[in-house]
């Protein structure tokens, strides 16, 4: 009889991202250390928190999960904006709209290799941050 397996799979596709509103109205945002290349000569430096989800797992979970090890807040997801393919990365990305549970981090981020940067900015911000295109659907949410 064939052993079972509990290993837990990783999606390199599906991502869900966190777009997390502190009490200012400000949007978090991570920087990458190493930024992503895409079609058309896109580079993703700077990008709403978030990662891969585990095929045991919940979205909203994986989204927070993903959160709190790339920036030490702990969140949670109050709605889904958007699932869609990204149009310059090939991955399938879920945009959660996040509140603060705790306004300051609860913990020092996980994946310090991978982010370079934590920061808070105003929402008209993040297009001058941004080097891929931003998703219509969390524009619209943002306001911008």
């Known amino acids: 009889m064939p052993k079972k397996s509990n290993k837990v799979i990783e999606s390199n596709k599906l991502i869900n991202l966190g777009v997390v509103l502190n009490k200012k109205g400000e949007v978090l945002m991570i920087r990458r250390k190493k930024p992503e290349k895409g079609k058309d000569g896109a580079i993703l430096e700077w990008a709403f928190p978030g990662g891969k ?54 913990a020092n981020p996980k994946e310090a290799h991978e982010v370079a940067e934590i920061k808070w900015v105003k929402p008209e911000a993040i297009k001058s941050l941004i080097t891929t295109e931003l998703n219509p659907k969390v524009a619209e949410e943002l306001g911008i």
């Open 53 to 106: 989800q585990f095929s045991n797992e919940e979205r909203e979970e994986a989204v927070r999960r993903e959160v709190l090890a790339e920036t030490g807040y702990d969140v949670t997801s109050t709605k889904q904006i958007d699932l869609s393919f990204h149009p310059q990365i090939s991955v399938i990305i879920i945009y959660h709209l996040c509140t603060l549970n705790n306004e300051k981090p609860i």
